[in-house]
């Protein structure tokens, strides 16, 4: 039913405007623009997941060119069962987790920073988001020939010395050089999301006598925690996919220390030329990657209705 509306006393009453519904033709309209986008999305993306798909069926290696054979899911039983495979699968995983929560928990402790007032705030911020922005291939040589090369590197000229950083602690050397470009992003984030916080509820905080401790982990930590899942979400679908930091600083090595997914399907395209096994376990991690996507597009949905409220 149609809700009426008084202008005031004596007036007549005035009927709620209601948007009037679009036609088909007036939807296409203002789609239409949006369509060489699409089109374009398609195919660069989609178009080359169905042909790695029809990829995965097949026995196809490129030493035996003239040999194809369909195969089915015995690719994808092969990704599963191969032990270097499980053993990418397994220090991905742990190259990931261990990347995401050193550099949101470091992102946490410089946002916090950065949220007070201080001489040269800004020069200070444009200085710590500056790793973000240098290449990951760039940042990678950076850490291998400038800080852990064994002859000059800068850790052996502080602490004295001829470690072998790399060949020693290898996945210690990969995480320390994610989380030195990813801290940054996760900074951004988590700093945005602490300058846009109620100064009132914290100031009843304190009125009510809570410290700053106290204020800390019942008030901001409980606010942020959307921030921090998008942070570690994000970080996350970035992470999985990472390849130049291991092939430029370990090459996988020593032996599979550092192997993750993305560098073994290089490995099985380019060194064992198994295009099928390696187009199934680019599916594998495509999968992952939607998986991990989803959650995050949960969190930034959450996010915008929590702005949406204020």
């Known amino acids: 039913m149609t809700q009426t509306v008084t202008a005031g006393a004596g007036a007549p009453p005035r009927r709620a405007v209601r948007p009037v519904p679009l036609g088909a033709r007036q939807r296409w309209t203002r789609r239409a623009p949006l369509l060489p986008a699409l089109l374009f999305a398609i195919v660069v993306t989609q178009i080359p997941f169905l042909v790695t798909l029809y990829l995965s069926t097949l026995d196809w290696n490129a030493l035996r060119p003239g040999r194809r054979a369909f195969v089915g899911l015995a690719n994808y039983g092969e990704v599963l069962t191969d032990a270097r495979l499980r053993a990418a699968l397994l220090n991905t995983v ?16 410089l946002a916090i920073l950065l949220d007070r007032r201080f001489p040269g ?18 940042a990678a040589l950076l850490w291998k020939h400038a800080i852990y090369n064994p002859s000059y590197g800068l850790i052996n000229g502080i602490v004295g010395g001829s470690t072998d950083w790399v060949s020693q602690y290898p996945m210690i050397s990969v995480v320390t050089t994610l ?16 300058q846009g916080q109620s100064l009132e509820t914290l100031e009843a905080a304190r009125v009510d006598g809570a410290g ?10 409980p606010y942020l925690r ?30 599979t220390a ?43 949905s959450s996010l915008f209705r929590m702005e949406a409220t204020r």
């Open 94 to 109: 742990l190259l990931t987790a261990a990347s995401v929560v050193a550099s949101v928990l470091l992102g946490l402790g």
């Open 121 to 138: 705030r800004g020069v200070v911020r444009t200085l710590l988001i500056t790793p973000f922005l240098v290449m990951p291939m760039a």
């Open 179 to 194: 989380v030195w470009q990813w801290t940054p992003f996760m900074m951004l984030i988590i700093l945005a999301g602490l």
């Open 212 to 221: 700053p401790w106290q204020a800390f982990t019942r008030v901001t930590l």
């Open 226 to 255: 959307p921030y921090l899942e998008l942070g570690a979400l994000l970080g996350s679908i970035y992470l999985v996919q990472t390849f130049d930091a291991v092939f430029t600083i370990t090459q996988g090595g020593p032996g």
């Open 258 to 300: 550092t192997t993750n997914l993305p560098y073994e399907i290089y490995l099985t395209t380019f060194r064992k030329f198994e295009y099928g096994e390696a187009a199934a376990a680019g599916v594998v991690v495509v999968i992952g990657t939607i998986v991990v996507a989803t959650f995050a597009l949960r969190v930034i």
